[in-house]
């Protein structure tokens, strides 16, 4: 069946470290979009990437979109403790409806 | 504007118990979606539902578990005779727009689920 497999599972970082989670999907993607999970939370809406070669940023986050529409990542730059949480990637597969195939998610540790 | 919202947001049950788990959507949205996120987990999308229509359950158990979202009033996820496996937390999503409309962002709203403790 169709996967998003996304790594690491963990990251331990300290403040001001630079973070990345990566995801690949089995199948090409027709869009990928990005939550993010606090602990003890619910997944909330970070992004949407629709075309091959995507890249889009909100502040201290980069969101890429690979040409190929298979991969996707997600990178934070010098991480604060406020981005403590679980990222995950979710994908549509090109022709679905709207299902949304989640990765297992990375779970982000800052240490002050 | 209010969110999704899901009730209760703490539910314990005996074994061979029934659990029953309800979602209000977001206003004018008519898409639901159920997830099951077991602890240390990702989120395993259960069922996808519209008004009075099951669309999609190929992740949800063939036994004991069943979805609804009627013409009036919140989805529900019912689950039968509960099983200790059956512990985890249970995101409900909504989304407004048409299925298979590419381009357009069909975001998927979550509530704050439902943690479910099977004793």
């Known amino acids: 069946g169709q996967q998003v497999m996304q790594i690491p599972q963990y990251q331990h970082v300290q403040e001001g470290e630079d973070f990345t989670t990566y995801c690949n999907s089995s199948t090409t993607l027709s869009n990928i979009q990005w939550y993010k999970q606090r602990p003890g939370g619910h997944p909330v809406f970070l992004i949407q990437l629709v075309k091959s070669g995507e890249v889009k940023k909100q502040k201290r986050l980069t969101f890429q979109f690979g040409e190929a529409k298979k991969n996707s990542s997600l990178h934070i730059t010098a991480t604060q403790t406020t981005d403590v949480g679980t990222y995950f990637c979710?994908?549509?597969?090109?022709?679905?409806?709207?299902?949304?195939?989640f990765g297992a998610g990375t779970r982000l540790a800052v240490h002050p | 504007n209010a969110g999704v919202m899901q009730n209760p947001r703490h539910l314990v049950r005996r074994r061979g118990q029934e659990a029953r788990l309800r979602c209000s959507p977001m206003k004018g949205h008519s898409h639901v979606y159920w997830y099951r996120q077991l602890p240390e987990e990702g989120l395993k999308f259960m069922v996808y539902?519209?008004?009075?229509?099951?669309?999609?359950e190929s992740g949800m158990p063939k036994e004991r578990f069943s979805a609804e979202f009627p013409k009036e009033g919140p989805s529900i996820l019912r689950i039968q005779q509960v099983v200790r496996g059956d512990s985890a937390a249970y995101f409900c999503?909504?989304?407004?727009?048409?299925?298979?409309?590419?381009?357009?962002?069909?975001?998927?709203?979550f509530g704050p689920g439902t943690r479910l403790l099977v004793l």
């Open positions: 539902l519209q008004k009075e229509n099951i669309i999609d």
């Open positions: 979710a994908g549509r597969v090109s022709g679905g409806y709207n299902k949304l195939i």
């Open positions: 999503a909504s989304s407004s727009s048409l299925p298979g409309r590419q381009g357009i962002i069909e975001t998927q709203y």
